[in-house]
């Protein structure tokens, strides 16, 4: 069988993966970077499935690397758009108000985005109309003017050219088959040395990072995540319309997205299910997942971080158009008149659960063993801190171990 060697193996060419391998080359021209993935192409999972939504970075912990990286990820990858020729859309977002309750924690969603450095703006509910006309707020929103668009598959394309154009390797159709702890894994086509390895493999992070000897305490739960859309004469909106965040539930809820190519997007679901990579009710799914999901399940049940039995009883339903849709027009009544909705192919969220205390994890998580680092979370805004937070891999964890 044939043989490989490289300084740096990458394992998923999502958009963590490209990043990681262009970080590590920014750094070390000349070293070898090998970025290698199971699928016939790059982005073929989350990161070519997602919203291409470029986030403020307001929603999270400003001790989180995800507030860390999410602002200037939004910069970052509008730089890559503009050297690219790739069409950003700065349409800003709005974040509505339903009730008492969520203006408050309007005021505290506002609290961490300033102390995240994002500009934000709290304004009374008169002054929606000049921002987004069809929307409707209880007596304030919040206005986020960096909040932008783009398309995930030319981003992925751009960040593919770019790693290649640096003298990085892509190999496609290449599944580890075996890996040891001597810098060494094997896939159809042969044996791959390396002298160190980053795993960025998504859905399947955990079970590989297991496989090299990882000892953790982590199960992971799908959730389908699944859009419907209609072109934008239709529901003419001018930016992004999203609801206060749930206080316990880790999900963003039904708000409206809009597309380069000319559509409004109203979703996503976050149903659980039991498959990694199952985006259709038959395929993508195997014994381990669903062993695997079941045990993240029956602790996110046991724990008391979040209302997961509340989680299934808000998603399950919003498979059916009418829920949605219902569920959107709280925030842009036009949208129950709307016909025609097309539904989108699913996405798949999945969701890092912590097993001893049942915590779904809301930040980034790498772990670090011998010459292997392993991103064991990295969902959303993962697509928007790509760039900065590769290069917090490969400064942190990959060059200071190459030396």
Same mark, same amino acid.
């Given at each position: 069988?044939?043989?490989?060697?490289?300084?740096?193996?990458?394992?998923?060419?999502?958009?963590?993966?490209?990043?990681?391998? !262009?970080?590590?080359?920014?750094?070390?021209?000349?070293?070898?970077?090998?970025?290698?993935?199971?699928?016939? %192409?790059?982005?073929?999972?989350?990161?070519?499935?997602?919203?291409?939504?470029?986030?403020?970075?307001?929603?999270?912990?400003?001790?989180?690397?995800?507030?860390?990286?999410?602002?200037?990820?939004?910069?970052?990858?509008?730089?890559?758009?503009?050297?690219?020729?790739?069409?950003?859309?700065?349409?800003?977002?709005?974040?509505?108000?339903?009730?008492?309750?969520?203006?408050?924690?309007?005021?505290?969603?506002?609290?961490?985005?300033?102390?995240?450095?994002?500009?934000?703006? !709290?304004?009374?509910?008169?002054?929606?109309?000049?921002?987004?006309?069809?929307?409707?707020?209880?007596?304030?929103?919040?206005?986020?003017?960096?909040?932008?668009?783009?398309?995930?598959?030319?981003?992925?394309?751009?960040?593919?050219?770019?790693?290649?154009?640096?003298?990085?390797?892509?190999?496609?159709?290449?599944?580890?088959?075996?890996?040891?702890? %001597?810098?060494?894994?094997?896939?159809?086509?042969?044996?791959?040395?390396?002298?160190?390895?980053?795993?960025?493999?998504?859905?399947?992070?955990?079970?590989?990072?297991?496989?090299?000897?990882?000892?953790?305490?982590?199960?992971?739960?799908?959730?389908?995540?699944?859009?419907?859309?209609?072109?934008?004469?239709?529901?003419?909106?001018?930016?992004?319309?999203?609801?206060?965040?749930?206080?316990?539930?880790?999900?963003?809820?039904?708000?409206?997205?809009?597309?380069?190519?000319?559509?409004?997007?109203?979703?996503?679901?976050?149903?659980?299910?039991?498959?990694?990579?199952?985006?259709?009710?038959?395929?993508?799914?195997?014994?381990?997942?669903?062993?695997?999901?079941?045990?993240?399940?029956?602790?996110?049940?046991?724990?008391?971080?979040?209302?997961?039995?509340?989680?299934?009883?808000?998603?399950?339903?919003?498979?059916?158009?009418?829920?949605?849709?219902?569920?959107?027009?709280?925030?842009?009544?036009?949208?129950? %008149?709307?016909?025609?909705?097309?539904?989108?192919?699913?996405?798949?969220?999945?969701?890092?659960?912590?097993?001893?205390?049942?915590?779904?994890?809301?930040?980034?998580?790498?772990?670090?063993?011998? %010459?292997?680092?392993?991103?064991?979370?990295?969902?959303?805004?993962?697509?928007?801190?790509?760039?900065?937070?590769?290069?917090?891999?490969?400064?942190?964890?990959?060059?200071?171990?190459?030396?």
């Amino acid at each position: 069988m044939a043989q490989e060697t490289c300084d740096v193996l990458v394992l998923g060419a999502g958009i963590v993966g490209l990043a990681v391998g !262009i970080a590590i080359l920014e750094n070390r021209p000349h070293s070898r970077v090998l970025v290698v993935d199971k699928e016939s %192409n790059f982005g073929m999972h989350a990161s070519g499935r997602n919203s291409g939504v470029l986030h403020a970075g307001f929603y999270y912990s400003p001790d989180s690397l995800k507030a860390k990286f999410c602002r200037e990820g939004n910069l970052e990858l509008k730089k890559l758009c503009k050297t690219f020729e790739i069409p950003v859309k700065e349409c800003g977002k709005v974040v509505l108000t339903q009730n008492e309750e969520e203006e408050n924690r309007l005021d505290e969603l506002h609290r961490r985005g300033v102390e995240n450095g994002v500009e934000l703006e !709290i304004l009374e509910r008169e002054q929606l109309s000049k921002y987004e006309p069809l929307a409707v707020t209880h007596r304030r929103f919040m206005w986020s003017p960096n909040t932008a668009i783009s398309d995930s598959h030319s981003v992925l394309e751009a960040m593919a050219k770019k790693f290649s154009s640096m003298g990085g390797i892509l190999k496609f159709n290449s599944r580890a088959e075996f890996v040891n702890k %001597n810098g060494e894994i094997q896939d159809q086509s042969g044996q791959i040395q390396f002298r160190q390895l980053v795993n960025c493999s998504g859905a399947q992070a955990d079970r590989l990072a297991k496989r090299m000897g990882v000892q953790h305490e982590y199960a992971m739960v799908p959730f389908m995540g699944i859009y419907r859309s209609v072109a934008e004469k239709q529901l003419p909106l001018r930016t992004l319309v999203y609801p206060v965040p749930h206080s316990i539930n880790p999900f963003l809820g039904v708000h409206f997205t809009l597309t380069i190519d000319g559509k409004v997007k109203i979703g996503p679901t976050a149903i659980p299910i039991l498959g990694r990579e199952q985006y259709s009710l038959m395929s993508g799914w195997s014994g381990n997942d669903i062993k695997e999901a079941l045990r993240g399940t029956y602790s996110l049940l046991q724990g008391k971080t979040h209302d997961f039995s509340e989680i299934v009883r808000q998603e399950w339903p919003k498979l059916l158009q009418k829920k949605l849709v219902s569920d959107g027009s709280k925030l842009v009544p036009m949208a129950k %008149n709307v016909k025609g909705w097309i539904r989108k192919p699913p996405g798949i969220r999945a969701q890092l659960v912590h097993t001893p205390t049942g915590k779904l994890e809301q930040d980034f998580v790498v772990t670090n063993y011998l %010459n292997t680092t392993h991103i064991l979370n990295a969902v959303s805004p993962g697509w928007t801190s790509a760039i900065p937070f590769g290069r917090y891999i490969s400064s942190e964890f990959v060059i200071p171990k190459l030396s």
